[in-house]
Every structure is written in structure tokens, then in C-alpha cells.
């Protein structure tokens, strides 16, 4: 008889752990095309583990940002408020959202499994000026209709991101991997521009003859106001690999 039981007990827990198994690879098998490179930690840590947000977050006029978004339907907007603010549906509940007195560090990833999508919006204050901004964003559709900093460091993999307005008063470094990049007013001192396989397309606020431009890229297309004579006291540099750019100025 303890023997029948230890055969059906064995066969219980085999039966239970092929139907978890199953559950599990059906759901990573829906993933969503924009989503694929997310990493597997992400896919297995997201599981199963989505909510809704609605926080706030006071910060000093002058601190930094570190902002990473991954497997989102996203946008950034300023308003007029004193706290940095989020909304967000069907996220990762394991983010961050918090700030050490000089840096704010946000962190959202969503949940990418089955037809469900991963939303959210930041709210800015709109006195807020911030002196460094680390942006890296990941497989996400993110909409920025207004970003003012010192510094800037911009991370795009896989994604499609579009600036409105983008004010950078000292230098700015973009990189762009297989995604799509367009901002529409780019008003920055120094750019440095590394895109791989993606396609960017920049609108500055200056005139051509302000910026001395130095562009390498034998295998890529690159679109830019010839003036060779041209040498202005800010600086553009383009690095491309197989990828597309187009650069127009103020007036053209």
C-alpha cells in the first residue's frame, strides 16, 4: 500500500510540474515583437507580477536623472506641479522611484505577456532644469514632448523614440542601436552621435554655420548641409555603421 501511495505521489507532482512548465513557456511565447530584446531575466522576472502605479516624487530644481523604460507604451510631459509624477499600467511591480537628494532614479519595465500593455507617463515640473540626465531606453515607444538638462547621455536599443523639444546646454551623447530617433527641435552646444543600424533624424535650432560637423560613415547614408568652409563654435559629431541620418538646421 506505501508503495501505490509513493507511485501517486510521484505522478501528482510530475503532472503538476508539466502544467506549470506549459503555463509558463505559452506565456513567454506571446511576447510582443518590440519586446524581443528584452532579456530572459526581465521575461522570467516580470511573470505574473503587473500592476498599476500612481506615485510622486519631490526632487530639488537642479538634481540629476537616471531614467531607464524598457517594453513600454510610453511619454514624458512637463507640467505645472512641484513633484515629478507617474502613471502606469500593467508594470513591473519590481521598479524604482526614488531620489538620494542628487540623483532621481526611475526605473520602469513592463510586463510583456499575452495582448497586454505596458503604459506610463512621467510628469515634469516645469521649473525643473536638470544638470545630468542618464536616458536609457529598451524595446519601447517612448514620446518626450519637452526634456531641459546641462548634460545629456541617451541610450536607445530596439526602440522608437520621439523628442518634441530638447535643450541641452552643454554636450549631448546619443547613442542609437536598431531603433528609430527623431528629434524635432535640438538645441544643444556639442552632439556626439553613435547609430548602428538605426535611422535618426535631427531638426537643431541653429543656423549650419554654427557647427562645425565631422561625420564617419562609409557604409551608411548621411544627410547634412554641405558647407565644408563652414566652422562654427559648436560642434556635431556623427559616427554610423550601416544606419541612416539626416541633420536639417534652422532656416532649410
Same mark, same amino acid.
Given at each position: 500500500m506505501k508503495i501505490y501511495k509513493c507511485i501517486a505521489l510521484v505522478t501528482l507532482i510530475l503532472g503538476l510540474a508539466l502544467c506549470v512548465g506549459g503555463v509558463l513557456m505559452n506565456g513567454l511565447d506571446q511576447l510582443p515583437?518590440?519586446?524581443?530584446?528584452?532579456?530572459?531575466?526581465?521575461?522570467?522576472?516580470?511573470?505574473?507580477?503587473?500592476? /498599476?502605479?500612481?506615485?510622486?516624487?519631490?526632487?530639488d530644481a537642479h538634481c540629476n536623472?537616471?531614467?531607464?523604460?524598457?517594453?513600454?507604451?510610453?511619454?514624458?510631459?512637463?507640467?505645472?506641479?512641484?513633484?515629478i509624477k507617474v502613471e502606469g499600467s500593467h508594470v513591473n511591480k519590481d521598479y524604482d522611484f526614488k531620489y538620494n537628494g542628487q540623483v532621481a532614479d526611475i526605473s520602469f519595465t513592463g510586463v510583456t505577456r499575452k495582448k497586454e500593455t505596458s503604459n506610463l507617463t512621467l510628469y515634469i515640473p516645469r521649473n525643473i532644469q536638470f544638470n545630468h540626465i542618464d536616458l536609457d531606453i529598451d524595446a519601447s515607444k517612448i514620446t518626450i514632448e519637452d526634456l531641459q538638462c546641462n548634460q545629456l547621455e541617451m541610450e536607445s536599443d530596439t526602440s522608437k523614440?520621439?523628442?518634441?523639444?530638447?535643450?541641452?546646454?552643454?554636450?549631448? /551623447?546619443?547613442?542609437? /542601436?536598431?531603433?528609430d530617433l527623431e528629434i524635432s527641435n535640438l538645441d544643444t552646444y556639442n552632439l556626439d552621435l553613435e547609430n548602428d543600424m538605426g535611422n535618426v533624424?535631427?531638426?537643431?535650432?541653429?543656423?549650419?554655420?554654427?557647427?562645425?560637423?565631422?561625420? /564617419?560613415?562609409?557604409?551608411?547614408?548621411?544627410?547634412?548641409?554641405n558647407a565644408s568652409q563652414?566652422?562654427?563654435n559648436k560642434n556635431i559629431d556623427i559616427d554610423t555603421d550601416m544606419g541612416n541620418v539626416t541633420i536639417h538646421f534652422k532656416g532649410e
Open positions: 515583437g518590440e519586446a524581443q530584446k528584452v532579456t530572459n531575466y526581465v521575461k522570467f522576472k516580470s511573470f505574473g507580477k503587473a500592476k /498599476d502605479v500612481n506615485l510622486e516624487l519631490g526632487v536623472l537616471d531614467l531607464e523604460l524598457s517594453a513600454l507604451n510610453g511619454k514624458i510631459v512637463y507640467y505645472d506641479g512641484n513633484t523614440v520621439t523628442i518634441k523639444h530638447l535643450l541641452v546646454k552643454g554636450n549631448t /551623447d546619443i547613442s542609437n /542601436d536598431m531603433g533624424s535631427l531638426v537643431m535650432t541653429d543656423t549650419r554655420d554654427q557647427y562645425k560637423v565631422t561625420k /564617419d560613415g562609409s557604409m551608411s547614408s548621411i544627410h547634412i548641409s563652414v566652422i562654427g
